[in-house]
């Protein structure tokens, strides 16, 4: 076999540890080979066979655009012909700043920094520093970064690992850290009763795309909202992901309810390293050089990076934008359930805005514990049908999957016909 896929497989294990710089990526909980991807446009990329796929993970969530958007690349190529980065502010840090607060109300101040991982580390000193208390509450499934104290039974690549910790954080690092059920309103108030005075902060995907897609019912944020608000708390929204994937202002705007402090990223890069956490000036107001949390990068706010974000989030703003992805993403997903009706297998879908998950079980899970429970043999089954067919499908029964602005009704039609095709030989 001289599959170029596999052999630059082969060698990249030789100097890489897996072979991959994120671990999702090495395809363990699918198995088979992970494809090396070449180049991309609009919908599609293509692996190192010259296979052009159909591409449902868009980097995670960033190529909410589509791949290679020419305004996109105008912007980062002439950002890049002044100069790569400086280590001093440039006025596209303002600019970006700028989209930012007006696009989610909530934040009234923001900061840039380079990953989703340094946002929501931050937020949590953040939180903390403001209210000089160490405890902070998170969900079970919900992912926010490796940083160590949330690293406590997190989901994504470490669910497919079936480990719920990392090995190398210390008991006495996740020792304030409480985990609770996603969606437990019950659990939520005694655990508030029982020791809200020193809880720092709340942390929470309020669309949860790390556990597959899992929606928060909008009691479970009221609930939050409300608690945190009567116990001094700060309530931190993680929308790394679901910002301006579910709607331009986030699950917030969704919701409706306003976290003191949100975490961005993704999307808000546009394909480079840009993330931000940000929320009320009261709070930012602790930030150094103003207070006494510190936090700093020398690649924060780098201006090619700044380029791509600030063009994708102009882009992301025409008219329709978000009803026209919705609207595709439904469409994905209608079709999908459709196809796996007609062929008689256990499977349902559930989307927000641009963002959508695939579950072989029979109701949409609603908790991690139901997450879990579902038929990981059969969605691996599914995946490289899939694959086989250009289709390429997050490589995990436990992540969401994301459709771009390029993704037009051909491309819908055609991923519901191979899928068409995929659930009949299930069931064969
Ligand atoms: C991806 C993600 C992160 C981490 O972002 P990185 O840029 O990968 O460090 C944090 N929180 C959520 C909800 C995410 O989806």
């Not at 996740?174 to 942390?203: M, W």
């Not at 499977?347 to 429970?373: H, I, N, R, T, W």
């Amino acid at each position: 076999m001289t599959d170029k896929n596999e052999s630059l497989f082969l060698r990249a294990q030789k100097t890489t540890p897996g072979g991959v710089n994120s671990p999702v990526r090495a395809f363990r909980s699918v198995g088979g080979t992970p494809r090396f991807i070449t180049h991309a446009e609009g919908p599609y990329f293509w692996d190192a066979e010259d296979r052009r796929y159909i591409d449902y993970i868009g980097s995670w969530g960033p190529a909410i655009v589509g791949h290679a958007h020419p305004t996109v690349v105008k912007a980062v190529q002439e950002a890049a012909a002044r100069g790569l980065g400086f280590g001093a502010p440039t006025e596209g840090e303002i600019e970006m700043a700028e989209e930012i607060c007006k696009l989610v109300p909530s934040i009234e101040q923001v900061r840039l920094v380079s990953s989703g991982t340094e946002a929501t580390m931050s937020a949590l000193r953040l939180a903390r520093g403001a209210t000089k208390r160490d405890k902070i509450i998170k969900f079970e499934g919900c992912y926010h970064g490796h940083a160590d104290s949330l690293l406590v039974k997190a989901g994504s690549g470490l669910l497919t690992f079936g480990n719920p910790t990392s090995a190398g954080v210390p008991e006495d690092f996740i020792q304030h850290t409480l985990v609770l059920d996603y969606n437990n309103c019950q659990q939520l108030e005694d655990t508030f009763k029982a020791c809200g005075k020193d809880i720092a902060c709340v942390i929470v995907e309020p669309v949860a795309g790390n556990m597959n897609l899992i929606k928060a019912s909008p009691e479970f944020l009221q609930t939050m909202r409300r608690l945190c608000t009567e116990h001094g708390s700060v309530l931190i929204f993680d929308e790394v992901m679901c910002g301006f994937r579910v709607a331009l202002g986030g699950a917030q705007a969704l919701y409706n309810i306003q976290p003191d402090i949100t975490a961005l990223g993704k999307v808000i890069g546009g394909g480079l390293p840009v993330a931000a956490f940000g929320g009320r000036a009261d709070l930012m107001a602790n930030m150094a050089p103003l207070g006494k949390v510190y936090q700093a990068g020398t690649l924060s706010g780098n201006p090619v990076a700044v380029a791509a974000g600030l063009s994708t989030l102009k882009l992301i703003q025409e008219p329709n934008f978000y009803t026209q992805l919705s609207d595709q993403t439904s469409k994905l997903v209608t079709g999908l359930i459709a196809a796996a009706n007609k062929a008689g297998v256990t499977f349902c879908a559930d989307s927000v805005g641009g963002m959508f998950g695939l579950y072989f079980s029979k109701e949409v899970p609603s908790s991690y514990a139901q997450m879990m429970a579902s038929d990981t043999e059969k969605f691996n089954r599914f995946f490289h049908l899939m694959l086989d067919a250009g289709i390429y499908l997050a490589p995990s029964a436990f992540e969401a999957g994301f459709v771009s602005a390029q993704h037009d009704d051909k491309v819908i039609e055609t991923t519901i016909l191979e899928a068409e095709k995929a659930f009949s030989q299930m069931r064969a």
